[in-house]
């Protein structure tokens, strides 16, 4: 039934002015979710007839491209949550036409036409019932959003930059004067300090741990203005500090030069990227004290 949604969304998100029609009739598989693609708009109250898509073999194509990014998590869960291995093959290099028919047969899914029957009674009633209740202006807002890559968010060339946009910001209860930058949405935020401290699960936290609870889950990774190191705070205690991936025309951080007239380096911020990306944080924070340039706070609940 989950996979059966993610799809009704998937052709629904598929207008019918995206493609011109195609010159030949396409598959039988093709047609089949033309007809449902008709189907399912009438339901939502998108269109007032069920004609199917003018482009089938592109509105498959479509479909299969959209889902397979889900199956591949969902094929995940499964391996990791229950230890039911996949053939082999999945190990191996696949086409994605292959790759997807191996992730289906994983997953017991069968076929895409009979995920496509929206007729059994739980399924029925689920896929009714979302349709039935759709708001369609937040729809088309949340579909002509562009799916994230896994990226941090961009820093300026020169820490100056950064420097002059936080002599702009206004700590929102006007009492503090230490910031720093969320590499995870670009946000300024207080920093060592009591300002904008929250409760979190009956715990007093600061503003750092709150934008990170309300702005990633809890893994907040930060940068700050006042020594250019990076913040990282993995858990709800604990906290630790990376140089920073601005450095001077020597190659040197902050911590060495003192010196803020510092250039970006891609490559140390991509390292820090390529940490956040691959969850390799919390395991960091973990093993700290074998960690030679990083250092642990216990008090890490108060940034």
Not at 91 to 110: A, V
Request: hydrophobic share 35%; aromatic share 8%.
């Amino acid at each position: 039934a989950v996979v059966s949604t993610q799809s009704t969304g998937i052709l629904l998100s598929v207008k019918p002015s995206n493609l011109a029609p195609e010159t030949g009739a396409g598959g039988s598989l093709a047609i089949e979710v033309a007809g449902v693609w008709g189907h399912i708009r009438k339901m939502s109250g998108m269109s007032e007839v069920d004609d199917p898509y003018p482009s089938p073999t592109y509105l498959l194509s479509q479909l299969k491209k959209r889902l397979l990014p889900f199956l591949r998590k969902v094929s995940l869960f499964l391996r990791y949550s229950t230890c039911i291995t996949g053939p082999v093959t999945l190990c191996e290099l696949q086409s994605p036409e292959g790759e997807f028919d191996l992730m289906m047969g994983y997953l017991g899914l069968g076929s895409l036409s009979s995920l496509l029957q929206i007729s059994g009674s739980l399924k029925s009633s689920i896929v009714h019932g979302w349709l039935g209740a759709l708001n369609q202006a937040e729809f088309w807002q949340a579909a002509g959003r562009s799916v994230r890559e896994g990226k941090l968010a961009e820093l300026p060339e020169s820490f100056i930059d950064l420097l002059v946009r936080g002599s702009t910001y206004c700590c929102p209860k006007g009492k503090n004067k230490f910031l720093a930058v969320c590499l995870v949405c670009g946000d300024m935020v207080c920093y060592q300090s009591y300002c904008c401290s929250e409760d979190i699960n009956g715990t007093t936290s600061g503003p750092c741990n709150v934008h990170a609870y309300r702005c990633s889950g809890s893994l907040g990774v930060f940068i700050t203005l006042d020594k250019c190191q990076v913040l990282l705070l993995p858990l709800g205690t604990h906290a630790m500090h990376l140089a920073g991936p601005y450095v001077d025309k020597y190659g040197e951080s902050y911590k060495t030069s003192r010196n803020k007239a510092l250039t970006l380096s891609e490559t140390l911020y991509k390292k820090i990227e390529q940490m956040w990306v691959k969850h390799e944080i919390r395991p960091l924070v973990a093993r700290s004290g074998d960690f030679e340039y990083g250092r642990m706070n216990n008090m890490g609940r108060n940034y």
